[in-house]
C-alpha cells in the first residue's frame, strides 16, 4: 500500500499570499496517478487537480500542481476566501487507493 | 447534469448491517466505474472499493474484503454498497464518487450518507 503524508498539518494565511501544499508518498506514484482534492465543511470532496499538473474543468488557474516519483506539490498563487478548505492529495494508480492525512488552509 | 444521489442517514446497531444507494443520472451508468469512500467525523478519506457497473466486478480494499457488498442495478442507474457486522468505529460519512476510467480519479461525488453506528 501506498501511503500518502501531506505537510504541513496546518497553513495560516491571508487572502492574496501564496500556498503551498507537500505530498510525499511511500513509493514512487507515476505522475499520471495523482490527483489533488479540496473539501469544505460539510461537503463532498471536489477534484481539483490529476495527473500531477492538470486541471480539472471549472478549476481556476490559480491551482497548480507539480511534481514527480515521491514528491508533489499544490500552489495557490494568491489566496481566495473561498480557497479556505482542507486539501487531500491521493493516488489512484494502485490499489487501494489512498489519501494523503490533508492539509488545512485556514485564516490567519 | 452529472449528479449522484446518495440515501438518506442511517442509525445502526452494532453488529447489523447497512445498504447505501447512490443514484447516477446525467451521463451513461455503464462507461464509469463507481467507487466508495468514507470519512470517520473529523478524519480524513478511505477508500472502501470500486465496482463497474457495466459488468458488476468488484475490487475492495483488504481491510474491509470479508464485510463489504456492493453491487449495482443498471435498470435504475443505482449502485449500493452494504457493510455487515457494523462496529462503532464503522460511524462514519460514506460517499460514492466516479472515476472514468478504472485507474481515474473521482470527478463527480455524492453529497454524502451519515451512517451511525451506536447501542
Known amino acids: 500500500e501506498i501511503v500518502l503524508t501531506q505537510s504541513p498539518g496546518t497553513l495560516s494565511l491571508s487572502p492574496g499570499e501564496r500556498a503551498t501544499l507537500s505530498c510525499r508518498a511511500s513509493?514512487?506514484?507515476?505522475?499520471?496517478?495523482l490527483a489533488w482534492y479540496q473539501q469544505k465543511p460539510g461537503q463532498a470532496p471536489r477534484l481539483l487537480i490529476y495527473s500531477t499538473s492538470s486541471r480539472a474543468t471549472g478549476i481556476p488557474d490559480r491551482f497548480s500542481g507539480s511534481g514527480s516519483g515521491t514528491d508533489f506539490t499544490l500552489t495557490i498563487s494568491r489566496l481566495e476566501p473561498e480557497d479556505f478548505a482542507v486539501y487531500y492529495c491521493?493516488?489512484?494508480?494502485?490499489?487501494?487507493?489512498?489519501f494523503g492525512p490533508g492539509t488545512k488552509v485556514d485564516l490567519k | 447534469q452529472v449528479q449522484l444521489v446518495q440515501s438518506g442517514a442511517e442509525v445502526k446497531k452494532p453488529g447489523a448491517s447497512v445498504k447505501v444507494s447512490c443514484k447516477a443520472s446525467g451521463y451513461t451508468f455503464t462507461t464509469y466505474s463507481m467507487h466508495w469512500v468514507r470519512q470517520a467525523p473529523g478524519q480524513g478519506l478511505e477508500w472502501l472499493g470500486v465496482?463497474?457497473?457495466?459488468?458488476?466486478?468488484?475490487s475492495y480494499a483488504q481491510n474491509f474484503q470479508d464485510r463489504i457488498t456492493m453491487t449495482r442495478d443498471t435498470s435504475t442507474s443505482t449502485v449500493y454498497m452494504a457493510l455487515s457486522t457494523l462496529r462503532s468505529e464503522d460511524t462514519a460519512v460514506y460517499f460514492c464518487?466516479?472515476?472514468?476510467?478504472?485507474?481515474?480519479?473521482?470527478?463527480?461525488w455524492g453529497q454524502g450518507t451519515l451512517v451511525t453506528v451506536s447501542s
Open positions: 513509493q514512487s506514484v507515476s505522475s499520471s496517478y
Open positions: 465496482i463497474n457497473p457495466s459488468g458488476g466486478s468488484t
Open positions: 491521493q493516488q489512484y494508480g494502485s490499489s487501494p487507493r489512498t
Open positions: 464518487a466516479r472515476s472514468w476510467q478504472l485507474l481515474s480519479p473521482f470527478d463527480n
